[in-house]
């Protein structure tokens, strides 16, 4: 089975310190996104890509956080300096955007991140 | 407001029964796309089943289906002969035309299945 690949799938770390978080989409899928999931805010869309290009990262605090894909079998989410609210999990997820409109979204595991 | 409500935070439901999780959105789109996912407590987003507005036809996938009403904005889902595997979260979620492809969830409604 294809499959959306992140790691680390833990991450502890103190505040200050830079988080970066790797997503290997499945080979293929032209849509990459990437969401946050926390107990109070539920799953929060951060950022959004379609062929590599940046579409909507309206949902990212800009001043600590950076999405980027640097090629199509790679995105990274990159916190610096990270800080305890930034304790969540992290989900990639990528899709096929096809005339269909459906665009199913595979997600990966999530990276599990803990910042004290 | 909220593009996307589920007002069940907690569902019960007796093993072999069917069970109905409700969700309504909130879009002025005319082209969109109504999802389910469903998290165990594994963690895992697990993709169930799929509506586009256009779609005459009540989407069905094996045990799940979807009850579409589109006058009343609801897409609601159904789970027939509910299992102790499906006791999970389960989100609801819409993507517009107008907002370029974007997946926007619902807060979850988790279910729990007796035996």
């Known amino acids: 089975d294809a499959r959306v690949t992140q790691t680390p799938r833990h991450k502890v770390t103190e505040m200050g310190q830079e988080v970066t978080m790797r997503c290997q989409p499945i080979?293929?899928?032209?849509?990459v996104f990437w969401y946050r999931q926390t107990m109070m805010q539920g799953l929060e869309l951060l950022a959004y890509f379609r062929n590599r290009a940046p579409l909507d990262d309206s949902g990212m605090p800009k001043d600590r956080f950076s999405a980027e894909m640097p090629d199509a079998t790679l995105a990274t989410l990159k916190i610096q300096p990270s800080e305890p609210r930034d304790s969540a999990v992290y989900f990639c997820a990528s899709g096929l955007r096809d005339t269909s409109g459906a665009n199913v979204l595979t997600f990966g595991a999530g990276s599990r991140l803990t910042v004290l | 407001a909220q593009k996307i409500t589920q007002t069940q935070p907690g569902m019960f439901v007796q093993e072999k029964e069917a069970v109905t999780l409700d969700c309504t959105y909130d879009t002025s789109d005319q082209s969109y796309g109504l999802f389910w996912y469903k998290q165990p407590s594994s963690g895992e987003m697990i993709f169930l089943i799929y509506q586009g507005s256009y779609d005459e036809q009540n989407a069905t996938e094996g045990r799940y289906s979807l009850n579409f009403q589109k006058a009343r904005k609801s897409a609601n889902l159904v789970i027939s002969a509910s299992q102790l595997g499906d006791s999970a979260m389960y989100f609801c979620a819409m993507r517009e035309r107008s907002q370029g492809g974007k997946l926007i969830f619902g807060q979850g409604t988790e279910l729990s299945v007796k035996p």
């Open positions: 080979l293929g899928h032209n849509t």
